[in-house]
């Protein structure tokens, strides 16, 4: 498809893709830059992994509330479900297959993540959403078919955040699960609208297994 993402640049950063056995899609919030999620990367970079980042137009992937009805949140919903699938695509233009792959998103970028990996099941290398959930007015888990085949999943957020509702989280891990993903949820008290440091520890480690 073309929307408004698709004509928006992807940064890349680690090892670079002809040298990479591994990658990580990540997908960066609102009011944010690709560049600024990529320079989080440098927290948990690992030799041998490449990172590629897609941009939002104007910073933003949809404008409304990932908790609205999702006709109020087109195109921009789509087109960035596309956008992450063109750099896992990019990935596997240079050889490296799904189950090496990993997507990783806060926020916005969270939430547009655990979405495309619920509706487009398979081996994937891991899903770290961070601060989101799926997107939609209601979650129906009878919309989401197919198998994840044990992908490793870490979904984190706090249980008070300002934008994603507790409930939310939980939906995502039922559906997940129910999608046969290996599902760690870890709900943070009082936390902000933040990444901590066990969230980033966890990543680190699904980061590492990549490699493996």
Known sequence: MTGPHQDQPLVTAGTSLDEATAAVV???????TARSIVQMAQGFHREGVAYLAP?????TWYPNPFTAPVETNEPGRSSGLQAVADAIETAGDAGIP????MLLGFSQGACLASEFVARNPDRYG?????SGGLIGE??????????????????GCSDV??????????ETTQVLEQLHADVTERLYEGMGHTINAD?????AEMVAALLD
């Open 26 to 32: 990540l997908v960066h919030g609102r009011g944010a």
């Open 55 to 59: 941009q939002a137009q104007r910073n």
């Open 98 to 101: 799904k189950e090496r792959v």
């Open 126 to 130: 891991g899903l770290a959403a961070l």
């Open 138 to 155: 209601r979650i129906d888990p009878d919309d989401y078919d197919g198998d994840l085949e044990d992908t490793p999943v870490f979904v």
């Open 161 to 170: 955040d300002p934008h994603i509702p507790a409930e939310r989280v939980h």
């Open 199 to 203: 969230e980033q520890q966890h990543v």
